[in-house]
């Protein structure tokens, strides 16, 4: 089993920044892609960031510019650097992840951590 453990959210006036932090523990042998997403209320659920672990990144357009993704794989946590934050970025953020538990069990297993809350004041 894997925990994703997402800590940053607070609340925020709109221009301003933060850095959400995930950090996955748990039976680990490699993350794959690992990144954000969002869910704002009355809203699906949408993508953010994500990294993968050959370095590739795919951004929501919109946060293209404002946000950077990022991961530490030594520590298996993923970060999310959000500048020049408007209200419509308010939203619970979920950190996700794709894991292989085993070097000999090859399936990816996908993880959700329990969500920060990002609330960007006007």
């Known amino acids: 089993q894997v925990q994703l453990v997402e800590s940053g959210g607070d609340l925020v006036q709109a221009g301003g920044s933060l850095r959400l932090s995930c950090a996955a523990s748990g039976s680990i042998f490699r993350i794959t892609t690992m990144g954000w997403y969002r869910q704002a209320p009355g809203k699906q659920r949408e993508l953010v960031a994500v990294?993968?672990?050959?370095?590739?990144?795919n951004y929501k357009e919109s946060v293209k510019a404002r946000f950077t993704v990022s991961r530490d794989n030594a520590k298996n946590t993923v970060y999310l650097q959000m500048n020049s934050l408007k209200p419509e970025d308010t939203a619970v953020y979920y950190c996700n992840a794709d894991v292989q538990s085993t070097w000999s069990d090859r399936r990816l297993y996908n993880y959700w951590g329990q969500g920060t809350q990002v609330t960007v004041s006007s």
């Open positions: 990294s993968t672990s050959g370095g590739s990144t």
